[in-house]
T-cell receptor, first 110, second 116 residues
Framework: QKEVEQNSGPLSVPEGAIASLNCTYS??????FFWYRQYSGKSPELIMF????GDKEDGRFTAQLNKASQYVSLLIRDSQPSDSATYLC??????????FGAGTRLFVKA | GAGVSQSPSNKVTEKGKDVELRCDPI?????LYWYRQSLGQGLEFLIY????????KSGLPSDRFSAERTGGSVSTLTIQRTQQEDSAVYLC??????????????FGPGTRLTVL
């Protein structure tokens, strides 16, 4: 069973702090990795994608990928209350089948 | 432009009945995905279609579930003889396989299915 694992949280950080979200995946054939944000009662929306080892930055968000360790992370700098949501990690294997983790709930306290 | 649309938004049915859920993807998107999300859980992959290729049905939980995509556009997910454990939000997503943000999936608003 190909899996994507995340700590369910909740992760609570103060406003302005760095939030660090982690994810591991079991299928070494996974090629692309995604972080989606899902507000309560809403559908997921893409924040970041990464497919090469290393870091990828986009504004306040940085995705990190380590294929040897089968590990993906998302850093959110200068966290804002509006960042409070569930963050879903996803991995796409050959053929573009996408497996999602259960999500980590993030609370940013004002 | 229009996003992914799904209908109905809510469906309440009795155990044992059949239901059909519809998804209209973004025009031009070749890939279409169905997921199921139970309360407080992540997305469970059900099936995906890519162009004219055979669909990947590996996530369908039982033979009561089936899906089709007509003309490479609209898709219907059918659940036969519904059970209470089928209650969930069913999400549809579409994507360009090689878009500017990778295989970014755009999600519809979902259909909330309640089986009594």
């Amino acid at each position: 069973q190909k899996e994507v694992e995340q700590n369910s949280g909740p992760l609570s950080v103060p406003e302005g702090a760095i939030a660090s979200l982690n994810c591991t995946y079991s299928d070494r054939g996974s090629q692309s990795f995604f972080w989606y944000r899902q507000y309560s009662g809403k559908s997921p929306e893409l924040i970041m994608f990464i497919y090469s080892n290393g870091d990828k930055e986009d504004g306040r968000f940085t995705a990190q990928l380590n294929k040897a360790s089968q590990y993906v992370s998302l850093l959110i700098r200068d966290s804002q209350p509006s960042d409070s949501a569930t963050y879903l990690c996803a991995a796409t294997t050959g053929g573009f089948k996408t497996i999602f983790g259960a999500g980590t709930r993030l609370f940013v306290k004002a | 432009g229009a996003g992914v649309s799904q209908s109905p938004s809510n469906k309440v049915t009795e155990k044992g009945k059949d239901v059909e859920l519809r998804c209209d993807p973004i025009s031009g998107h070749t890939a279409l995905y169905w997921y199921r999300q139970s309360l407080g859980q992540g997305l469970e992959f059900l099936i995906y279609f890519q162009g004219n290729s055979a669909p990947d049905k590996s996530g369908l939980p039982s033979d009561r579930f089936s899906a089709e995509r007509t003309g490479g556009s609209v898709s219907t997910l059918t659940i036969q003889r519904t059970q209470q454990e089928d209650s969930a939000v069913y999400l549809c997503a579409s994507s360009l396989i090689w878009g500017p943000r990778g295989n970014e999936q755009f999600f519809g608003p979902g259909t909330r299915l309640t089986v009594l």
